[in-house]
């Protein structure tokens, strides 16, 4: 079992940039895939990018490609989410996700784990 807890978010301009962190507790970090979502207000959670557990591969929802950079680093038990060029519309609580596999998923069903979440504000 993994316990996920995501630090990193804040309120900041638009155009500026911020790095999510979802520290994992447990020794089998390296065996799960990630991903990133988030959950506007009044909106279902939505996926915003994951990663193998290799961190061979990623993958992106298109409205963030090219600003966002999912990346995992598995003797710290954390993966990140570098987000740059922010938009008002990137507002929302980010959620970390781990699944016991090698590949990813984009659904939020595909994830048995998840963290707290971290409130990301965008002003414009």
């Known amino acids: 079992q993994v316990q996920l807890v995501e630090s990193g978010g804040g309120l900041v301009q638009a155009g500026g940039s911020l790095r999510l962190s979802c520290v994992a507790s447990g020794r089998t970090f390296s065996s799960y895939a990630m991903g990133w979502f988030r959950q506007a207000p009044g909106k279902e959670r939505e996926f915003v990018a994951a990663i193998t557990w290799s961190g061979a591969i990623t993958a992106y929802t298109d409205s963030v490609k090219g600003r966002f950079t999912i990346s995992r680093d598995n003797a710290k038990n954390t993966v990140y989410l570098q987000m740059n060029s922010l938009k008002p519309e990137d507002t929302a609580v980010y959620y970390c996700?781990?699944?016991?596999?090698?590949?990813?998923?984009?659904?939020?069903?595909?994830?048995?784990?998840w963290g707290q979440g971290t409130q990301v504000t965008v002003s414009s």
């Open positions: 996700a781990g699944r016991n596999d090698y590949y990813y998923s984009r659904a939020v069903s595909g994830y048995a784990y």
